[in-house]
DNA sequence: CTGTTAGCGCCTTCAC
DNA sequence: GTGAAGGCGCTAACAG
């Protein structure tokens, strides 16, 4: 099949296909789009001309007519972050099978780059904008005089008439230390993270609420610092010196988790017959690989940003999309750190 | 300030500004794009009026004129993997700089799908692609017929015709080598991953080649299986059974790395002061919680994905980028693990 | 200096 | 069933 270039260095457009065809560019068109009211011969004869010259419809003019252009910015605050890329592909994800595709912003945690972006992402008429936040506190809203729908995944906006999704935090410190509790553990501790963040608090809110309604307490109290091996290894020494009698520990991340693994089997604890550990994150990479592994709280990030992307996606076909912060539920992902493998 | 909204729904456009300003169309985009044909007064007019209205020009429109659009692609095989993201990074970044913004594809590993997102990034007429690989064995090419730029970044092309950016793996598998030998260590071992990777190959040439510069040969075979700390943990045990008197370890992961420094520990052995340890990535939130921290080789790789994004500027401007795999140099970042602490 | 005119590539009425 | 004309929003020649 010879392929043929009627202007080289230019893309061949939709009236290099009617001449070929020997039609006018309307009806190429129209057949190129299935439109019917073409003759199935004069449809077939535009068809393989626009084969011949490889010919692809210019999405850039399509858009300027169309009023849309079937794009939607995904603005970060972060990409180091662990928890905006999958987000990000539950995002991409859900738009890819919708035939939209995602400019990729990051503000790299400075305001003034975001509003830049912004700009930028709305020049460009994207059809709606999903920021993604790295930590689950509330963050300034974009404003109301934005054109087109924004979602905000992770951290939700601190402006409640704007459209936010985030995890469950106060549900998955329940579910946790449900969970301990649904295996005997009585004399439960909590070694968290920053107590700065969200997260933090909110978890220990559901930590507390849960032992509450099994008419128990914590032992000791919050073990606040920061979220690393580091902290979590200080921690359970700490705890296990003052408590020496404690079952379980809820951690607020399954970094803190691995540190507190490691100090436990220095102490000469067996994990989970003397003491259960649960982590939070179901970072795979450290869960799977602790001695034993990791059980740990899943915050179906991906899921996330598809439901980020459904809202988005409702929002541009016309309905309003739902005000407020939707908290999304959290999954229990049980390892060999709370139950004995057989 | 009044805003005016004169077409409710749909976006102001040029010739409301022009109309507002008492101008023409052709007057008011000469004001607004910072020609010189323009009287101050009139200038001040018409930027004062599309303030009024909020005026934001219209990328597609300009890009349907300028023949390009300033985007590109950015097509991934590959979100989930740790070396993606670091490129991603890189190139966002520089594009970002040049007002260029980045289509995200995320393709998950699948051939029909990468075709499916090249063919969308084509219509959208992005001004070059770059292709990311989650590993460093070349790729199949996506062709010549593609009529914008490509760059292959991590995974090089098959076609050394195409341009390609990958990170020197030989090189890192002699640095590590080189800098046990130079901390006095003379018998060396390696413990590395999946052996059908070209990466660990390569280093594992790196490593070789390092030890006969020295006169030296490696402690039993490279020890290959999987990028995992259990496969670290249980190398090392049959290692240190089998040759108890190695004084130096380059593993081929930081993964690997740290389950080394696991049975290490178990076993009594001080690390650096009996055995020293370096893994390969320099994953930080592996290598800084390790006890000790972890020597590791760093392979740059949002420098990688920046210097993609230069490739792609330059041909996109014109040049022919440079054919074939460019391997870019890596980085020694010393830790505990080998030298160490004061 | 300013305005008029012609497109960029495509789609959509509307006559024929 | 097909083609001619108008326009999406903007810029780049030209005239005036």
Redesign the interface.
Known sequence: MA?VDPHPG??TTLSDVARLAGVSLATASKAINGRDQVAPATRRRVIEAAEQL?F??????R??IA?R?G?VG?LTSD??G?FV?PI??GA??AF?AG?V??????A?GDAI?EQH?L???????VDGIIVVGRQTDPRPSLGK?I?VPVVYAYAPSADPTDSSVTPDNVSGGRIATEHLLSTGRRRIAHISGDPTYAAAQDRAVGVRAALADAGLELVGDVMYSNW???WGRAAAAMLLAQHPDVDGIVCGSD?IA??VL?TLRDLGKEVPEDVAVIGYDNWE??AI???PELTSIDANLQQLGRTAAMRIFEAIDGTEPDAGVRQLPVRLVIRGSTIPRR
Not at 56 to 61: K, V
Not at 119 to 125: D, F, M, Q, T, V
Request: glycine share 6%; proline share 4%.
């Open positions: 392929r230019r893309a490889s692809s419809p210019n999405q850039l003019a858009s300027l009023g252009t794009t995904l990409l180091e662990r890329i990000l592909m991409e994800d890819g035939q595709n995602v400019f990729l912003c990051d790299r780059r972006h700009k930028a992402l709305l020049n460009r008429r005089d054109p690393t091996e580091h970094q691995r540190g490691d990479v450290l690989n602790s001695r």
